[in-house]
């Protein structure tokens, strides 16, 4: 499936691979976005976690501070001399002679206490003892009621003396704080009466709710883990489900009704009831989805967008591509044909640029090795007819030759019979093209043909011999390359008018090197010929032609692996040559050695 996939977008059209890449680089974006989104709300919440954590801390320290302090006044009561010396009377008198002020004094110390701590939300202060009941005065007390005031003093009882927090009857009377008064004179320790304080916790969360109020609502859930000890109005629709999923150590989002709450826990040190700080979050939840809303719709918007824009940005530069590739088939048919466009790319210097530039130039390029090839072949085919009639002319050449010899041989004029046949066999061996190559043996056989036919012409005048050793016959020799030197040597000596005139070839052979000369006598070479035919100090008309001839020939075969020396010794004119000694197989295959 990915290899499908990989080859599909591989073989894509350059626009859809565009598309292709910036569809990925915008998703990619797109997702860092998203990321960065998630990000910014979870610091968002962090920060409203730090601020929620840090007001519930105050709350719940001044939750804590008003029940310490009633704590702190409980002991103080207990250790209080008027309340110690009054309760110790009442303890010690008979049960039916109660001391007449003790009651007015108890009252007295109570109010003093309740005004004193009026502030940490204290309704009323009881002693209660076996004759009588003492309370401190305040209207905002409630009345309470026989059955629970028992359960009161007998909770109070049971502790033995230490203080206890009793809260099942916080809606609607609040929470108590009772406590078995001991007696310390003389460490009796015997119990003098029950302390119960009633707290206001409504009033207290109330106020507290109150004076952290902002625009965003505030409420407070208090729960010593049992109960419910106070829930603000906004939150009455907290059900036992609801309150079992309140986090415990961190943040939370619950929706609690129909709204939504961010919720913070902590805990009062104090008494270890757990607080709860439920912010509003509607209205932040409605942000957050909004936001999230719009920035989907414009992450959409923007991808679409960037699509749109990629067809438009990407349609003149695919354009010109389109072009090119239509220049490309164009070019590829069997004509070769270049095609006409109105634009021209040679003053631009991009990549489009370049690639049209190249084309263009390996197009004519093309082009002319074509036309250069086309006309080459017509030169060829042009070539082939002309050797097939040089391969006619040649034949009939020689069947008048053989004619004429045959004629003469009935004449019986030995001469003329001696000269055709040398003219044939020259000619035959001159006009073949079976062997490009040619040997020593060859060369000399054709020199001795040709000095058949002119000593004849020159009746005795000409003399010729060759000194070559047999094992040097089989030695590589380019083709006609000593009969332009005895052509060269006849030209300057018998056509000058010379009376005789000896020619002499000969050669040895010197390690890996062949030395042929060609020597004449009755005639004298100019000093440095060879450099001077090639300077153009002397011009190269007759013979000299041949000498170029040889030099050109020897030097496309052996590079500047040879020697082509002129130059007078005694009596004769001398054309030397040096060449490798390369050997040349003979019909039997086998290589001749020197």
Known sequence: MFQKLCDQIKNASISKKILYILSSAIFLFALFILIGFLILTRSNNQILYQTSSQLLSYSTKNISDHLSSTQDMADFMMSDATIQRELGRIKDAPSDQTPADSYSNLHAALNIYHQRYKSDYIDNIQIVTPNFTVTSYSMDSHIIPSSMLQDLITEAKIQDGRSLWITRYAEPYGIFLVKSIRRIEHLKLDELGILIININLNQMMADISASEQNENSISYLLNNGEQQLYRHSDIEALTELELERLPQNSYDIQTIGNEQFFVVPASIPATG??????ASYGNMYNDVLTFQRLFIVLLLCSLLLCLILTKLLIRPILAHFKVLIDKIRKFGNEEFEIMEIPYSYKDRHDEIGILHQQFDSMALKIQTLVRENY????????????????????????????????????????????????????????????????SLRQELELVEHYMTIQKIR??????????????????YLPKFTLQPLAENAIHYTLEEDSDDCLIRICAQCDDSCLTIKVCNTDSRFEPDLLNKLLSGEILPHGFGIGILNVWKRLSLTFDKNYKLDF?????????????????KETEDGTITNC
């Not at 020159?458 to 030695?475: H, I, K, N, S």
């Not at 130059?567 to 050997?583: G, H, K, Q």
Request: overall charge negative; glycine content about 2%; aromatic content about 8%.
């Open 375 to 438: 006309e080459t072949n017509l030169v060829a085919k042009d070539a082939q007819l002309k050797a097939l009639e040089m391969q006619i002319n040649p034949h009939f050449l020689y069947n008048t030759l053989q004619s004429i010899n045959w004629r003469a041989k009935m004449l019986k004029d030995t001469e003329i019979s001696a000269m055709t046949e040398a003219l044939g066999k020259l000619l035959r061996i001159t006009l073949s093209s079976k062997n490009k190559d040619s």
């Open 567 to 583: 130059y007078n010794e005694d009596t004769f004119a001398v054309a030397s040559i040096s060449i490798p000694l390369n050997r």
């Open 273 to 278: 009831w757990t607080c709860y700080c439920l």
């Open 458 to 475: 020159y009746d005795g005048r000409l003399t010729y011999e060759t000194d070559v050793p047999e094992a040097l016959l089989e030695t």
